[in-house]
Each structure stands twice: as structure tokens, then as C-alpha cells.
């Protein structure tokens, strides 16, 4: 009888503990400041607004149940390396929304029975919104702003996603590879004076022209670098006039090859102006890969870092090959090279010869 009796509460505690484990909860404060309670161990996710990025360099995709209609319907291009290297598993996930703020369908989401939403581009009360039409814990994280690499957020998305996904090892090995850059960066440029150049046809929300600029442009700050646009005196994206580029007269120009059909079609309309140019004068316009695709690609800025570090301190980075460098930073975020994939769609890095020929890629 006691023997039975020990049977049957053993059993019971197995119960009780398994149900425990199934409900067990813990809370993490995401980037918003929110407090978001969710599963211990969370299984199934669904990313929202740019957050595929994040779970793809977390090696995390095998948890993803749903996905936006952007990451499969537009045309895979390598401006997304995230994208790109995991095509074929997107294209079989069911779709909860368009993506790119437009509404999500909550009822494709619940019917997924996600344990956790991950989204990176919302605001407090969006987010809050999110999780009350559908019922399930969103987590919020953030890049920077548009456009914009904030190191030190991206490293804090990469620890927070980490701990929510069970991917802490993984996201200390990308902090850490991201410290590293870093610190490489600072101890080239050490004691050398600062070169100067302006950036152009950026884009925002679609391709632009040559007086589209970034007073923020990553590679020109990690290499303390003088970014023209800075003297606008206000942060991030901004639109010039050409006599304010005519001003500056850059020495250096680079061109973001996203826009560089616009630049070209504009050379065409404008000779003149751009003839007047010393950059343009002198040979010193350069192309540049596009990092900004729904939100912004962590590998590809970094790849553009050191080649812009290249042309402006040849001194002091005579031994990186800015392809080869591409290649293995892309391995290291998403598993592929991308280089020449990237080349094949914007040209890779070269000078931009404007008139007659078009742009030489290494």
C-alpha cells in the first residue's frame, strides 16, 4: 500500500512538473523599456519589421513560423544578405502581413500559435498594440533609427534576442566579433589626420540621387573620419541642394550604388555641375555597396567600413582586400559570401567614371 501510494505521488510530482515546465514564464525588458513576460523556453517566433535579420545572425531561424510578405515576394536581392542565404526557407513560411508598417493579420498570426513576436520597427504604443490584438508577448528591438547603425543598441538587440531565444553563446560571438572591428578600426586611425569626404545617393525608403547624404554614415564614423554632411548640423538622413555639394567641393566622393542609375541619369541632365566638382575632376568618386534594406545590414556596413578605410588611409589598411574582407564578414553574420553576388547586382567597389565609361568593379 505504501509502496503504491509513493507510485502514485511520484507520478503526480512528474505531472505537476511538467505542466510547470510548460507554463514556466520569465521577463525580459526589451529596448523599448517594456516589460515582456514570456515563455522560459520559447519555441515557435514570428519577425516583424526588419527583426528576420536579428534571428538569422543568431543562427536562430529553425524557430521561425511566419514571416511578412517582403522577405518572400519582393525579388531576392544581395542588398539583404540575411535574405538571400535563406531564401528557400522563407519562401515556406506562411505570410502574417505585407511587412514595411503596414498592419499585420492578427488572425494568421494567432493561428501560428507563435510564443513570441519580435519586431524592429515600432514605437511603444505599436508595440503594446500589437501584443493586445493578438495575445502573444512582442519583443521589441532597435538598430539605431532608420538608417542608422548604432553600435552599442545593435549589441544590446543581439545580448536581449539572445537571452529570449536561448542563443547567448551565439550572441556573445557576434558582440564580440563587432568589439573587434572596432577596436581594429580605432587602433589604424590612431594619430592620422582625419581625411574628409561626402557621401551621396543614399537611400531612404527607395533608391536617390547624388544629393541624398548621411550625416551618420557609418564607415566614415568607425573611422573617424570628416563626414561633410556633419556640418548640415543636424544627425542622420538629409537632402542638399547642389550649390551646398558645389560649396564643399569634396575631394572625395562616394556613391552609393543603390543610386547610382539616378547619378548617372543626373550626369547626363547636369555635366556641367558635376564637371565643376574637384572629386569628379580629379577621379576620386567611388561606389560604394548599399547597407540600408529594410533597416540596415550589420555585415555590409561594416564590409563598406573597410573599404572606405582603404581609400582614405591606404597607409594604414595597405593589407585588407576589400572583397576578401567582404566575404568573410558575410560568412560570419549569415553563412555565405556575398561579394559577388553583390557586384553582379550594384557593381561592387571601383572608381566611378561618370563619362564615357561606367563604373569599374575590382
Same mark, same amino acid.
Given at each position: 500500500?505504501?509502496?503504491?501510494?509513493?507510485?502514485?505521488?511520484?507520478?503526480?510530482?512528474?505531472?505537476?512538473?511538467?505542466?510547470?515546465?510548460?507554463?514556466?514564464?520569465?521577463?525580459?525588458?526589451?529596448?523599448?523599456?517594456?516589460?515582456?513576460?514570456?515563455?522560459?523556453?520559447?519555441?515557435?517566433?514570428?519577425?516583424?519589421?526588419?527583426?528576420?535579420?536579428?534571428?538569422?545572425?543568431?543562427?536562430?531561424?529553425?524557430?521561425?513560423?511566419?514571416?511578412?510578405?517582403?522577405?518572400?515576394?519582393?525579388?531576392?536581392?544581395?542588398?539583404?544578405?540575411?535574405?538571400?542565404?535563406?531564401?528557400?526557407?522563407?519562401?515556406?513560411?506562411?505570410?502574417?502581413?505585407?511587412?514595411?508598417?503596414?498592419?499585420?493579420?492578427?488572425?494568421?498570426?494567432?493561428?501560428?500559435?507563435?510564443?513570441?513576436?519580435?519586431?524592429?520597427?515600432?514605437?511603444?504604443?505599436?508595440?503594446?498594440?500589437?501584443?493586445?490584438?493578438?495575445?502573444?508577448?512582442?519583443?521589441?528591438?532597435?538598430?539605431?533609427?532608420?538608417?542608422?547603425?548604432?553600435?552599442?543598441?545593435?549589441?544590446?538587440?543581439?545580448?536581449?534576442?539572445?537571452?529570449?531565444?536561448?542563443?547567448?553563446?551565439?550572441?556573445?560571438?557576434?558582440?564580440?566579433?563587432?568589439?573587434?572591428?572596432?577596436?581594429?578600426?580605432?587602433?589604424?586611425?590612431?594619430?592620422?589626420?582625419?581625411?574628409?569626404?561626402?557621401?551621396?545617393?543614399?537611400?531612404?525608403?527607395?533608391?536617390? @540621387? $547624388?544629393?541624398?547624404? !548621411? =550625416?551618420?554614415?557609418?564607415?566614415?564614423?568607425?573611422?573617424?573620419?570628416?563626414? +561633410? #554632411?556633419? %556640418?548640415?548640423?543636424?544627425?542622420?538622413?538629409?537632402?542638399?541642394?547642389?550649390?551646398?555639394?558645389?560649396?564643399?567641393?569634396?575631394?572625395?566622393?562616394?556613391?552609393?550604388?543603390?543610386?547610382?542609375?539616378?547619378?548617372?541619369?543626373?550626369?547626363?541632365?547636369?555635366?556641367?555641375?558635376?564637371?565643376?566638382?574637384?572629386?569628379?575632376?580629379?577621379?576620386?568618386?567611388?561606389?560604394?555597396?548599399?547597407?540600408?534594406?529594410?533597416?540596415?545590414?550589420?555585415?555590409?556596413?561594416?564590409?563598406?567600413?573597410?573599404?572606405?578605410?582603404?581609400?582614405?588611409?591606404?597607409?594604414?589598411?595597405?593589407?585588407?582586400?576589400?572583397?576578401?574582407?567582404?566575404?568573410?564578414?558575410?560568412?560570419?553574420?549569415? @553563412? $555565405?559570401?556575398?561579394? !559577388? =553576388?553583390?557586384?553582379?547586382?550594384?557593381?561592387?567597389?571601383?572608381?566611378?567614371? +561618370? #563619362?564615357? %565609361?561606367?563604373?569599374?568593379?575590382?
Amino acid at each position: 500500500m505504501v509502496v503504491r501510494y509513493i507510485g502514485i505521488l511520484c507520478c503526480f510530482l512528474s505531472l505537476t512538473s511538467t505542466a510547470a515546465a510548460a507554463t514556466a514564464t520569465r521577463t525580459l525588458t526589451d529596448q523599448l523599456g517594456r516589460q515582456v513576460t514570456m515563455p522560459a523556453a520559447v519555441k515557435r517566433i514570428i519577425p516583424l519589421g526588419g527583426a528576420a535579420r536579428f534571428v538569422v545572425y543568431l543562427q536562430a531561424f529553425e524557430l521561425v513560423v511566419g514571416t511578412e510578405a517582403t522577405e518572400k515576394r519582393t525579388a531576392p536581392t544581395a542588398a539583404r544578405p540575411y535574405n538571400l542565404a535563406l531564401r528557400s526557407q522563407f519562401e515556406r513560411l506562411p505570410v502574417v502581413g505585407e511587412g514595411r508598417q503596414k498592419p499585420v493579420n492578427a488572425e494568421a498570426i494567432i493561428a501560428l500559435r507563435p510564443d513570441l513576436l519580435i519586431t524592429a520597427e515600432t514605437d511603444r504604443a505599436q508595440a503594446d498594440r500589437l501584443a493586445q490584438l493578438t495575445g502573444v508577448p512582442v519583443l521589441a528591438l532597435n538598430y539605431g533609427g532608420m538608417g542608422v547603425v548604432d553600435a552599442t543598441k545593435v549589441k544590446q538587440s543581439l545580448q536581449l534576442l539572445g537571452m529570449a531565444l536561448g542563443r547567448e553563446q551565439r550572441a556573445a560571438q557576434l558582440i564580440a566579433l563587432l568589439n573587434n572591428h572596432q577596436q581594429d578600426f580605432e587602433r589604424r586611425v590612431l594619430g592620422i589626420e582625419p581625411q574628409s569626404a561626402y557621401i551621396g545617393a543614399i537611400s531612404q525608403r527607395g533608391p536617390h @540621387g $547624388i544629393t541624398s547624404t !548621411d =550625416a551618420d554614415y557609418f564607415p566614415l564614423t568607425i573611422t573617424r573620419s570628416i563626414n +561633410l #554632411a556633419q %556640418r548640415l548640423g543636424k544627425p542622420g538622413h538629409a537632402y542638399i541642394d547642389k550649390e551646398q555639394l558645389l560649396a564643399w567641393n569634396p575631394s572625395v566622393i562616394l556613391v552609393d550604388s543603390s543610386g547610382l542609375r539616378l547619378v548617372k541619369e543626373d550626369y547626363r541632365r547636369h555635366q556641367l555641375f558635376y564637371d565643376r566638382l574637384s572629386a569628379v575632376q580629379t577621379n576620386q568618386v567611388y561606389l560604394t555597396l548599399p547597407y540600408n534594406n529594410y533597416h540596415t545590414n550589420l555585415e555590409l556596413a561594416l564590409a563598406n567600413s573597410w573599404y572606405v578605410a582603404r581609400l582614405l588611409y591606404p597607409q594604414r589598411f595597405s593589407d585588407i582586400d576589400p572583397v576578401a574582407k567582404t566575404d568573410e564578414i558575410c560568412r560570419s553574420f549569415v @553563412g $555565405i559570401p556575398c561579394y !559577388d =553576388a553583390l557586384r553582379r547586382e550594384f557593381g561592387g567597389f571601383g572608381q566611378l567614371h +561618370l #563619362a564615357p %565609361r561606367t563604373a569599374h568593379a575590382r
